[in-house]
């Protein structure tokens, strides 16, 4: 059994920052991808950063402006969102993936107002 708690959401203005925060319980392995996505009020969900031994991806909308990262010693993923736009407001989730599961928080909501 895998659990997700995210946490660092908020309301913030445009161009400020926020650090996201997700903690994983269970049984985790570093080499498994771990990740956020995000979905707009409206929308479907989407993409925002995965990170894999090291490995990082992100999405064409964030990148220059979000950093993932992972410390594998507390199971916990992080992701740094900095010159942040009202097109970034969402429900922030973590993903943790292993062979046949896919596992999800209960999501963040974050805000930027213009």
């Known amino acids: 059994q895998v659990q997700l708690v995210e946490s660092g959401g908020g309301l913030v203005q445009a161009g400020g920052s926020l650090r996201l925060s997700c903690a994983a319980s269970?049984?985790?392995?570093?080499?498994?991808?771990m990740g956020w996505y995000r979905q707009p009020s409206g929308k479907q969900r989407e993409l925002v950063a995965t990170i894999t031994s090291g490995r990082t991806n992100y999405a064409d909308s964030v990148k220059g402006r979000f950093t993932i990262s992972r410390d594998n010693a507390k199971n916990t993923v992080y992701l740094q969102m900095n010159s942040l736009k009202p097109e970034d407001t969402a429900v922030y989730y973590c993903n943790y993936q292993r062979i046949g599961n896919n596992y999800w928080g209960q999501g963040t909501q974050v805000t930027v107002s213009s």
């Open positions: 269970g049984t985790i392995f570093s080499m498994n991808p």
